[in-house]
């Protein structure tokens, strides 16, 4: 991987579900590029496959068919013990519905990554960006004496504190009120601005959407870049 | 203040999609009653409906239009005559606490909560499952503790009724000899209004297809009479049957022999039966239920106490003779004479008999009393029957505790997914108690269907034990019928059972903590609610587990001890038939010549071995025989001018066929006649007791005051019982010290079963009219005496097992559900780059941290428990190391699996799906 964010790439990417008798195909031939250190929204009407997107990208889940491309490697090929190591050491999710472990306190939360990556010295450092989301007198707290705001901004501190080069974010303001989504907007950009961090944000928030450097939009499976910016290159020409 | 009813409408649907039909729920939301029921009746449709949507939308919208015109019909006419009856009587509208209201209350109860109960079939059939397995087994125990301790022996006035014993520093509760009962009768006539006593007697009854044995009684004149016992046909025997020995050739059958025998012949009475070769006429049948005065064994006919000698073949009167000890005594209390008066004839009397009989009345024998409605069979045994008895019961009852932990903790797992629906209805008014009675309501009905299946195990287990072939040295008989007290135990631990695995989870998820559970509880927040007491389940069922299995295993090492111990003889397939040839037909040579021919053709059947005859065999629970030895510079014990020692009478091949060394001097040989040189043979104990000095061949010692010269010293063997230290033992020839009772011992290369069989066809052809009184291998004989440790390993052990699977079940049931409560963080893990094994670990550790503490509990408890049963162990400490080391590894291993199989299913969620769903 590079020192700042990786570059991603998609090449015809099909994904489908099946949902009791039926398949749903989300994602028909998918392609876009992501350049390193680029932070890119992704709008598109619910059920679209956004968040398959994020989930292809982070080798949660793989393509039935296709290339998903993350730092020049591609992620469908990696056995499923190195997808889990990419993800522990290079990606951080924040999550529409926040998903904070329950039976954790927030500094445990926010320790959990370090944890896995067997990092010690990462306290100082979660502890720092506590105060960063302005929740550092609630590090001792339960996930569910928290407001929605605050359990967002724990999982944006939770998603930064192992120093990821790529940050995944799915719907991060979709949960919460506007003045709340404003907020946390607010600190996705002051926290990853600057760091050379690849962003990937699943919204329904034009808001959001304007401050990343492109925006891109899912339309009947396929990736098409916003009118604004025009067309995504055909990466298999 | 009125209620008006209403749907869950802020209730978070799984999938909502268009909601029952409006028009259908309006008019429910007219007709029901403004209520907590009205409430409680809109809300089920709804979770209902939820439910049936999820599989098919359409069908759900009709199921639910049917159901809103029924309930509207139903309660349009109820709603309108209830206002007009409650205006009547200004009762308030809210809750109905008619008669009329709360039956239709309880019936509502009962619908919904068989609704909810068809709705999860596998929670119900597990519980179901789990609760009739916990109450048959206490049914089948209680049951057989009802008949063996509880159940009346239908005596009349029994708080009346004394039982009489001689007892001795050693043996405290002994039977008398009959010239001691009439002496007792004569010294307590002041106290008692009669006195009677019963023996056992084998009885050889002629058939059709030759003769059977049968276990009888005899009785004295009053005996029926002194119970209060009436007969069901004909009449019981009386004084009149009691004069003279050998002149009262009458029977009374007992109900039961009556009844497999002759079919419940109802003129049975005045039609003959041949004992022994004289026909007997019977008197009468006795009444149904009644099995004789000492409990278990019910003899099958009833003769006069006169005619047992003739009928048993003795070749003396026990009639006459004070060391014949096979009398058990009862008698009764006059009006108005109290225990104590009765304590002091006894005294009176046991004076009297030392001073007249010194020799058999030493300064440490007296009669002993005891109240008929405290003794269960005799106070000697009753000291090991009741322990046994508790211990059962404790063990049953810590399976049932299991399995009602089990549900409990299932039952708390679904009212935490319950919860906002409780919530709801809490929020819309519903009375708590209304909903902890809606929810007990459903386990009450769990244990009931439980209580009704365990009756039917319990029946089946009984059965099972009723055949089942115990190798008991005398038939026992136990009513184990469900009676009236079994069926209200079994009704009583049922309705127990529902409440206390219900009550806890009711009142946990009613606890009216109401916002929290209304708050949408998808954002993450929220520590599973009554984990700490599900955990506290688990714990406490793994340390009863543990605590049953040790208990097992120390049965099971106890038993294995004893299946190792050598008793010294019957090493070898032998074949035992117990042979009297009566008095009154053989005469001691006659006798003799019969033996000793029957000897030799057994002898000559093939593959026989050796055979031997001995009077008395050794390890026999219903007979020991000691004799009177006086040694030379021995002093007897204190109070006595002899030593009591075991003694048995043999022929010269008895030790090859049984497999007794000769270790000095010589046998018992063919020369050793009555005329000839009083010999015995002793073995090693006795040598190193009586004679420590050495050169024990060739010395004198007195022998019932008679001098005898000791010939040949054996090995020592077991002769009571397997866990005895060496006990000192004599034998004596069998020309000069005969007894017509003889056990033929035959060893055999080939099959015992089938050498029982030739040597009784044998012996009837010598003779057709020989009594065989006994007949087994030595296997069979030796079994007896693992009996009670083979029944308490059996019985611990497999309530134990079972013990360990419910408790597993639960184990697993609560992990689980831990661990599906965790599939999100499981999802969070996994996307965050947890791998596999690390969520499996640390979902398995969680549950393995219960199984920890509970393991160390039980531990601790058993070692506690396992003092209480230090008194049933044999060859091996309470605080036995193997059994406390593997113990907890099995219950770790069995735990392992229960927590590692859910958390591996859960650590291979999908998880894209876990973090999507809310």
Not at chain 1, 179 to 200: K, M
């Amino acid at each position: 991987m590079n020192e700042t964010g990786p570059s991603i790439e998609l090449i015809d990417v099909h994904k489908s579900y099946r949902e009791a008798d039926r398949t749903h195909r989300v994602l028909t031939g998918a392609s876009v590029e992501i350049r390193s250190g680029e932070r890119v929204a992704v709008l598109g009407p619910s059920g679209s496959g956004k968040s398959t997107l994020l989930n292809l990208v982070s080798g949660i889940d793989l393509p039935d068919s296709g290339t998903v491309r993350v730092g020049g490697a591609d992620i469908g090929a990696l056995p499923e013990r190195e997808r889990t190591l990419f993800r522990r050491r290079h990606v951080g999710f924040v999550f529409q519905f926040f998903n904070l472990v329950p039976t954790l306190t927030v500094m445990e939360n926010l320790l959990l990554p370090l944890e896995l990556t067997g990092s010690p010295d990462g306290r100082a450092h979660a502890e720092s960006l506590l105060e960063a989301v302005r929740l550092s007198d609630r590090a001792g707290t339960f996930p569910d004496r928290l407001s929605g705001g605050e359990q967002q901004r724990v999982a944006l501190a939770r998603a930064l504190v192992h120093g990821p080069d790529l940050l995944l974010a799915d719907e991060p303001t979709g949960n919460l009120d506007e003045d709340t989504g404003e907020l946390v907007v607010a600190l996705l950009d002051e926290l990853v601005r600057d760091s050379g961090t690849t962003l990937v944000v699943v919204t329904h928030a034009r808001s959001l959407a304007d401050r990343m450097d492109r925006t891109l939009h899912v339309d009947h499976g396929k990736l098409v870049e916003d009118s604004l910016t025009g067309t995504v290159p055909d990466l298999r020409a | 203040m009125s209620r008006q009813a209403q749907p869950p409408e802020d209730e978070h649907r799984a999938d909502p999609g268009s909601g029952p039909p409006r028009l259908a729920t309006r008019l429910l939301e007219g007709v029901l009653p403004p209520t907590d029921r009205g409430a409680a009746i809109l809300g089920d449709l709804h979770e209902e409906f939820e439910a049936r949507a999820r599989k098919d939308e359409r069908a759900a919208r009709r199921w639910y239009v049917v159901e809103a015109i029924g309930i509207g019909v139903r309660y349009g006419r109820r709603t309108r005559r209830n206002r007009r009856g409650a205006a009547a009587l200004g009762a308030p509208q809210g809750h109905d606490r008619s008669w009329e209201g709360m039956v239709d209350t309880l019936f509502t109860n009962v619908r919904y909560a068989v609704r909810r109960l068809t709705r999860s079939p596998m929670f119900t059939l597990v519980a179901v499952l789990s609760l009739g397995i916990g109450i048959g087994a206490n049914t089948a125990m209680f049951s057989l503790v009802n008949a063996a301790i509880i159940r009346d022996m239908g005596f009349a006035e029994p708080e009346r009724l004394v039982d009489v014993y001689e007892g001795t520093d050693d043996f405290t509760h002994g039977t008398l000899s009959y010239p001691d009962y009439l002496d007792f009768v004569e010294g307590s006539r002041d106290v008692f209004e009669a006195v009677t006593v019963s023996r056992f007697a084998v009885v050889q009854a002629d058939t059709e297809d030759g003769v059977e044995t049968l276990f009888g009684a005899g009785v004295t004149g009053e005996f029926f009479d002194l119970l209060g016992i009436d007969a069901a046909r004909g009449r019981l025997l009386g004084e009149e049957d009691d004069v003279a020995p050998g002149a009262h050739p009458v029977v009374v059958l007992g109900h039961d022999y009556w009844s497999s025998r002759y079919a419940a012949d109802p003129d049975i009475v005045g039609r003959q039966v041949r004992l022994r070769g004289r026909p007997y006429a019977v008197i009468g049948v006795t009444p149904e239920g009644f099995t004789g005065s000492v409990r278990g064994f019910a003899p099958a006919l009833y003769v006069p106490v006169m005619m047992v000698d003739e009928l048993m073949g003795s070749t003396g009167n026990s009639l006459e003779s004070r060391g014949s000890q096979s009398y058990f005594g009862t008698a009764r209390l006059r009006d108005g004479a109290t225990f104590a008066q009765a304590e002091a004839a006894a005294e009176r009397v046991t004076a009297t008999l030392r001073e007249r009989h010194p020799r058999t009345w030493t300064p440490d024998k007296e009669f002993v009393l005891e109240r008929t409605e405290d003794v269960i069979m005799n106070p000697m045994i009753d000291r090991f029957v009741v322990p046994a008895a508790g211990m059962i019961m404790t063990v049953v009852g810590l399976v049932l505790l299991i399995a009602c932990a089990n549900l409990a903790s299932f039952l708390l797992a679904r009212a935490a997914d319950r919860r906002k629906e409780i919530a709801v209805r809490l929020a819309v008014g519903a009375r708590r108690r209304t909903l902890v009675a809606q929810l007990l309501t459903e386990t009450v009905i769990l244990a009931g269907v439980g209580g009704a299946l365990g009756i039917v195990i319990a029946t089946q287990g009984l059965d099972l034990l009723l055949a089942a072939d115990l190798p008991l040295p005398f038939p026992i008989t136990l009513d184990l019928s469900l009676d009236r007290t079994v069926l209200a135990f079994s009704a009583l631990v049922s309705l127990g059972a529902g409440v206390l695995f219900g009550l806890a989870p009711a009142l946990q998820s009613t606890n009216p903590d109401v916002a929290p559970a209304l708050r949408d509880e998808s954002a993450g927040g929220g520590r599973a609610r009554g984990a700490s007491l599900r955990n506290a389940l688990v714990v406490g069922q793994v340390a009863v587990s543990v605590v049953l299995l040790v208990g097992a295993g120390l049965f099971l090492r106890s038993l294995d001890a004893s299946r190792r111990l050598d008793p010294g003889f019957g090493g070898t397939p032998t074949a035992l038939v117990q042979l009297v040839t009566p008095g009154d037909r053989y005469t001691r040579e006659e006798a003799l010549v019969y033996q000793r021919t029957l000897r030799e053709r057994v002898a000559a059947l093939p593959g026989v071995q050796s055979v031997g005859v001995i009077d008395n065999i050794h390890l026999d629970p219903l007979n020991t025989q000691t004799v009177r030895v006086q040694v030379d510079g021995i002093d007897p014990p204190p109070g006595q001018d002899f030593h009591g020692v075991d003694y048995a009478v043999i022929d010269e091949h008895l030790l090859e066929a049984l497999d007794i060394p000769l270790v000095e001097g010589r046998g018992i040989e063919a020369l050793d006649v009555a005329d000839g040189e009083p010999v015995a043979l002793v073995n090693q104990e006795f040598v190193h007791r009586f004679l420590p000095e050495g050169g024990a061949v060739g010395r004198e010692v007195r022998l019932n005051g008679d001098p005898v010269r000791v010939v040949g010293v054996t090995a020592d063997h077991k002769v009571r019982g397997l866990g005895e230290a060496p006990r000192p033992f004599v034998y004596r020839p069998i020309r000069q010290s005969f007894s017509p009772y003889g056990w033929v011992a035959a060893r055999t290369g080939g099959e015992a079963e089938r050498l029982v069989l030739d040597v009784i066809a044998e012996a009837r052809a010598l003779d057709p009219d020989i009594m065989v009184t006994q007949a087994k291998t030595m296997r069979r004989h030796l079994a007896v005496m693992l009996l009670g440790r083979e029944l308490g390993a059996m019985v611990v052990g497999g309530f134990a097992l079972l013990a360990l699977l419910l408790a597993s079940i639960g184990l697993y049931g609560t992990v689980s559900y831990a661990v599906a409560r965790r599939a999100r963080e499981v999802g969070i893990r996994l996307s965050l780059g947890a791998d596999v094994g690390s969520v499996i670990r640390m979902l398995t550790g969680s549950g393995m941290r219960l199984v920890a503490t509970g393991g160390a509990i039980g531990v601790l408890a058993a070692a506690a428990a396992a003092q209480l049963l230090s008194r049933l162990l044999y060859g091996v400490p309470p605080l036995d190391l193997p059994t406390f080391l593997v113990v907890p590894v099995v219950v770790g291993l069995v735990a392992f699996m229960a927590s590692w199989v859910p958390a591996r299913r859960v650590a291979r969620i999908d998880p894209v799906g876990a973090l999507r769903s809310e």
